[in-house]
Every structure is written in structure tokens, then in C-alpha cells.
């Protein structure tokens, strides 16, 4: 299956789901350090898919709230996985909404690829879906074999998604049944 084609499918369970930011979903809040500390909020629900009564996250087939294991050399779950083979692209995601102020984005997270046999097509790609409906391209990492990375993309101004509902999907593509990727610490950074 294409990947337009499945990016299509999943807008429409998207749209046939309700909203599962409940009580027990907190957003990241203000968790970015700097000179600036108080001026980002990440309005990611469950930043690091350790609210495990948390619903905000979708998981299709093949992917999981892993709550044992370790990536990067020993960082503990839980955090978002891919398994393979997936026979096509597969998706975690979540429906949030921007805060009132702020208009300015940036999309940040740590991933890590295993794949013996460290095949280009084992990859991710992260998609944003505007309030227009319109579909924001966010980053597409390089795929085959990647231990331990961070990803760090400014997004620009985006004045039409403040106050706004936006759905967030990060794609994982896995031909390989001895391959997984580990997707963890998402933030979409509002200021």
C-alpha cells in the first residue's frame, strides 16, 4: 500500500475517533531549557508515552507502548515502537490542540533504528495534519541502521494553527522482521 494511500485511511480512523486527552493525559509543558525556559510549551500529550492510562496515543498494527526493553544504550521504557515487518507503513499517533498564544513551532524527538541487515527502506516519516486539513510535512530521518539520534526541526510560523486542533503521525516503514524503531521524548514546541 502506498504511503498517500495510507496516510488517507488513517485520516478518516482519525476523524472516526474521539479525543482521549482525559484526565489522566498531561501535556509536556514548558520542559525545554535554555535562557528562555518559560517561553516554549510542548503541547505533545505524553511526551514520553509514560502516562500508561493515557489514551492520547494511537497505536496501529505492529506498533506498541513498549514498556520493557532499553534503546540508546540503556535508556529504560517505556517509548513508542515499531515492529517488523511491517508490510508497509504503519503509524503511532495523537490529536492535540496548539495553545491560544504563540505562533511559532518546532518538533522534536529521539529515535533509534535496529536492523541487522540495515536496509535504506526501514525508516520514519512524520506528518502533521493542519486544521485546513492539509497535510505539513515535518521530517523524514535517514532510514537503514541508526543508534541513538536526536531531531530537532523548526517548523517556521504557523499563525493558523494557534488555538487549533492538530493530529500528529509518525510513520514507520520496517521490511525486515528482525528490525524494530524506538521513537521516544516527542515534543511540538509552541512559543
Known sequence: MSLRVYIALMVMVALATTSANGQS??????????PNCNIY???IWDPNFS????????FDQGTQRALS???????????????GPSNGWRSISQSTTAQ?????FSFRYEYEITDPLNDPLTSLDIWI?????????VDQPPG?????????KILGSHPDWTGQPLQIYIFGYLPN?????IIDNISLNQS
Open 25 to 34: 493525559c498531561q501535556q509536556g509543558g514548558s520542559h525545554i531549557c535554555g
Open 144 to 152: 537503514g541502521s541508526q543508534w541513538c539520534r536526536t531531531r530537532q
Open 41 to 43: 510549551y510542548d503541547i
Open 129 to 137: 495534519v493542519q486544521p485546513n486539513g492539509s497535510w505539513f510535512h
Open 69 to 83: 526493553g532499553t534503546y540508546c544504550g540503556g535508556w529504560p521504557a517505556p517509548f513508542g515502537k515499531f515492529n
Open 51 to 58: 502516562q500508561t492510562t493515557c489514551g492520547a496515543w494511537q
Open 100 to 104: 491560544s498564544q504563540g505562533s511559532n
Open 177 to 181: 522482521s528482525n528490525s524494530n524503531i
